[in-house]
C-alpha cells in the first residue's frame, strides 16, 4: 500500500497539471470503488483550485465549493498521460483539461476511493476527522506523542503506525524510523519516556523527509504520476532484509509479525 511519501510524491506529479486546471471532461467508469464514486456531471466543467495532501488522502478542491478526497488504496495508481493512449482495463477514473492532459486513475483491486464533499465541512468528515497530527509538522512533537502514548499497552511499532496517533506512518516507515531512533519495536508504548519519544519523533520525521526526497519505495505497485520509480527501497536499514545482518553492528536482524504486518528490527541496536 502507498504510504505517506508515495503519496506526497504522486501529489507533488500532479500539482503541475491539475491545479488551476479546467476539467473539460471527465470519466467514472466504475460506480463504486471502496464507495460509492460521484457521478462525473459533477466534475465536468469544474476547476481545481487547490491540490493538497492529509495523511494518505489527496484532497482536490474545486471552484463550486466542494472538495474530491483521492485515497491510493491499496494497488492504486494515477498517471499522467493524453487521450491518444489506449484505456487500460483498470483506469476507473479520468480526468481531462483543458490543455489535452490527461490523469488517469488505475486500481486493480478497487481499494481506492473518490469521495466529493463540501470543503466546509472537509475536516468533519468521518474518514478524516479520526486522523492524527501530520509529523512532518509542528503539530507532532515528542512532548505530543508521549502523552498520547500514556495508556497504550501495545508495541511501539503498531502505536505508531495507528493513523489517529500520527498520520501516515505505515509499516515501512515504522520499521524504518524505529531502527534510526534506536527503539525496540516490541517496547509497550507506554513505556517510552519523553526522550526517547522525542528522539522517535526525530527520526519518523528524517525518514519521512528522506523518503519523499527520493521519489518514495516502489514495492510491488507504487510507480511515480510519470511512470517513474521510488528509490528509497534501496537505502532500507531493516525493512524487507529478512535473515540479512544490521549494517551498523552486524549483528543478524529478527523478524516478527505484529498486527498481520512483518516487523524488522536489530536486537543489537534496538535493545
Known sequence: ???????????RGLQPHLEGATLTHVAIRVPKLRQPTPKATLLQGRTLTNLRR???YIFMDTDDGHTLILHLGMSGRLTITDASQPLLKHDHVIFRT???????????????????????????????????????TD??????????LKTKNIPI???????????GVGNIYAS???FHARINPLTPAKSLSLKQCT???????HTLQAAIAAGGSSLRDFTHSNGQLGYFQHTFAVYGRKNETCLTCTTPLLTEVLAQRSTFWCPTCQR
Do not use: Y
Not at 500500500?1 to 501529489?11: I, K, S, W
Not at 511499532?157 to 498520520?167: F, Y
Not at 528522539?199 to 520525521?205: E, K, M, N, Q, W
Open 157 to 167: 511499532k503498531v502505536a505508531i503506525m495507528d493513523g489517529k496517533i500520527v498520520a
Open 54 to 56: 492529509r495523511n494518505k
Open 1 to 11: 500500500m502507498p504510504e505517506l511519501p508515495e503519496v506526497e510524491t504522486t501529489l
Open 176 to 178: 524504518e524510523s524505529l
Open 139 to 148: 503539530a507532532f512533537s515528542g512532548k505530543i506523542l508521549h502523552a498520547s
Open 98 to 136: 483543458a490543455t489535452g492532459t490527461e490523469v488517469r486513475f488505475h486500481d486493480p483491486r478497487r481499494f481506492g476511493l473518490l469521495l466529493r464533499t463540501p470543503t466546509a465541512t472537509l475536516t468533519n468528515h468521518p474518514l478524516i476527522s479520526i486522523i492524527g497530527p501530520e509529523p512532518l
Open 199 to 205: 528522539t522517535l519523533v526525530a527520526s519518523i520525521r
